[in-house]
């Protein structure tokens, strides 16, 4: 059997893990995460759409869950290095292609449809933009990507 890609695994993080989800998001992987996602919630869930459950409860073992990730550390940087390591996952391509919020997958917007969406200054100083059709939040990548890109070689994972 072949290791599957990144681009296959899709994951379900319980709702300990909040900010290893938008790390995850971030990194392009397809991530549900919520209040409701934990025990059997979270269970349901992932069999539903066939995700990978990320959890740190301990008692989730009793529930007889779909294949899971046990998370170690309480630290999200040593939770992603885990999560990439563990499923083979290739950080670099596709970055930034998630919403941080929702998990939908962003979609390119003119500049012109975003003027009165973001603040003057970024307007003015940004050529490119993306937007979530879910919940419109609007990016723009230079100046999220960089601080991004920055965290990311301080955990060492790119
Ligand atoms: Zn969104």
């Not at 979609?107 to 100083?125: A, D, M, W």
Request: proline share 6%.
């Amino acid at each position: 059997m072949t290791a599957p890609t990144s681009e296959q695994v899709k994951f379900a993080a319980d709702r300990m893990l909040g900010r290893l989800a938008r790390w995850l998001r971030v990194l392009g992987q397809d991530v549900i995460y919520g209040r409701h996602l934990s025990g059997y919630g979270l269970i349901h869930a992932a069999r539903a759409e066939n995700r990978l459950i990320l959890t740190r409860d301990h008692g989730l073992k009793q529930k007889q869950p779909p294949k899971f990730i046990f998370i170690e550390s309480n630290d999200y940087r040593e939770q992603l290095r885990q999560v990439i390591r563990e499923c083979g996952l290739r950080p670099g391509e596709p970055l930034f292609t998630r919403c941080l919020e929702c998990n939908a997958v962003l979609q390119p917007k003119s500049k012109e449809s975003v003027e009165k969406l973001v603040p003057p200054y970024v307007f003015s100083t940004q050529a490119e933009f993306f937007w979530c059709p879910q919940c419109r939040r609007v990016y723009w990548p230079a100046t999220h990507h960089q601080k991004m890109l920055e965290e990311l070689g301080n955990i060492g994972v790119l």
